[in-house]
């Protein structure tokens, strides 16, 4: 049934064609069926789209922005707390670098005050010993010349008597040895 | 050669009872090719969006697809519309994918639904209803301003009024004409291109001077594939076209103070 007139209709239309008829289009018996099925069409895929996809197609979209602009936002805090800490870091740096001099100069300026005090004390030993032995020389060098005399006198008393054959006495020598001297 | 309108032609695909609408009178609501072709459409639509709408914050390429599709509407109805583009925006966009699904549908099957002008006066006519309505709702009877520009001497209104009246009377005449005419006329192009093939291929096998039937058969077939591109693009623009003039006859109303 469907199909005869089906058939119909075509032969028709291809008929009406050929004898100079007009286009398919304005066989308008084919209008309300076509009007009523697309307004009904178009207004569940409207509503479809309104309420179900539009909203969601939307909605990805909106997130997709307020991450990024989230994450732009984070990445930004984080700059700049990284900047905050890097200059901390820094005067921590500077502050030990401080701190390290200040040590270092101190246990430099003791060192160089125990070395100081330590030469003192060793120059003060070497310059005990040496007025101990420079005393011991002078003693010895005074002897030594004590003696000197004695020697001399007894020289002086020996020659005296072998060439002459007769024995000064002492105050004889004496004199002349006081007059040699002089 | 194959009649070049028999592809419009409409028959039943399924025979349903007529329908006695108020108003209306008695309507055949039989499925036609015609029917069937919208459903088509809306069905893709669906599928696409149900494949497309996922909410991955880095998207695969459908859903890019589907985002770049609402990004053109949304923009489009943003920058014609303004802030308030937002309300018309799924209308906008209902129009723009059917009109589009239904374009694209054509240049696959045998029938272009678009290319029916049943079809392309009911959308004119739904929009420049929606334009009416939307006019009288937003500025009560302040939507008579539209056909009296402001700034303009008495003597000139006279002039004016007429034609202004003239030329929001012609908007869904246009609109409807524009579609129908690209796609009516793309698809009979194509099918006299493509008729060229077979006949001047036929003519050619009589031999002798009729030969260079080939020659004339083989440009055809590279007319055909020539026009096919063509006709993607002009399938994708006359969405576009539809969609922004639409959003253009909603910014005259919705933004009528500025007017």
């Not at chain 2, 459903?39 to 859903?63: D, E, S, W, Y």
């Not at chain 2, 925006?89 to 696959?108: D, K, Q, R």
């Not at chain 2, 006329?185 to 003519?203: D, E």
Request: aromatic residues 8%; glycine residues 8%.
């Amino acid at each position: 049934m469907a199909n005869e007139t089906t058939q119909t209709h075509e032969s028709t239309g291809a008929d009406g064609h050929a004898s100079g008829g007009g286009l398919p289009q304005f066989q308008f018996v084919w209008w309300p069926g076509q009007v009523v099925w697309l307004l009904l069409i178009f207004v569940v895929l409207y509503v479809l789209l309104s309420k179900l996809f539009l909203p969601r197609v939307g909605g990805t979209i909106q997130t997709r922005a307020d991450k990024i602009a989230a994450d732009v936002a984070q990445a930004r805090d984080l700059k700049t707390q990284a900047e905050a800490e890097s200059a901390t870091a820094l005067a921590e740096l500077a502050k030990a670098r401080t701190h390290a001099q200040r040590t270092a100069s101190e246990a430099k300026a003791k060192a160089n005050a125990e070395a100081a005090t330590r030469q003192a004390a060793e120059e003060a030993v070497l310059a005990e010993k040496l007025a101990v032995a420079e005393d011991r020389i002078r003693v010895s060098r005074d002897a030594a010349l004590g003696n000197v005399r004695t020697i001399a006198s007894d020289i002086a008393a020996a020659i005296t008597d072998k060439l002459t054959g007769v024995a000064a006495t002492a105050d004889e020598v004496e004199t002349a040895l006081t007059a040699a001297k002089a | 050669m194959a009649d070049p309108m028999h592809q419009f032609q409409i028959h039943k695909v399924v025979d349903l009872p007529t329908v006695n609408l108020p108003g209306l009178g008695v309507v055949d609501l039989s499925i036609t090719n015609s029917v069937v072709s919208m459903g088509m459409a809306a069905g893709l639509i669906c599928v696409f969006f149900a494949l497309a709408a996922r909410q991955a914050v880095v998207p695969g390429r459908l859903q890019s697809v589907g985002e770049m599709l609402y990004s053109l509407v949304d923009d489009l109805a943003g920058s014609i519309i303004g802030h308030e583009g937002k309300v018309f925006f799924p209308f906008v966009f209902t129009l723009f994918s059917f009109i589009l699904a239904m374009n694209f549908l054509g240049m696959f099957l045998v029938f272009t639904a678009t290319s029916q002008l049943a079809v392309t006066v009911t959308l004119a006519m739904l929009t420049i209803l929606t334009v009416i309505v939307v006019g009288f709702a937003r500025n009560g009877l302040g939507f008579f301003k539209l056909f009296v520009p402001s700034g303009v001497p008495w003597f000139l209104l006279i002039l004016m009024v007429p034609i202004e009246i003239i030329s929001f009377l012609v908007r869904p005449v246009t609109l409807a004409l524009r579609l129908f005419g690209n796609m009516i006329g793309g698809h009979v192009v194509l099918k006299i291109f493509a008729g060229f093939i077979i006949s001047l291929g036929l003519l050619a096998t009589g031999g002798g001077i009729a030969s260079l039937g080939y020659l004339g058969s083989a440009v055809s077939l590279g007319s055909v594939v020539a026009l096919t591109a063509l006709e993607f693009i002009v399938a994708f623009l006359q969405a576009f076209v539809f969609a922004a003039l639409t959003c253009v006859y909603l910014n005259d109303v919705v933004n009528l103070h500025s007017h």
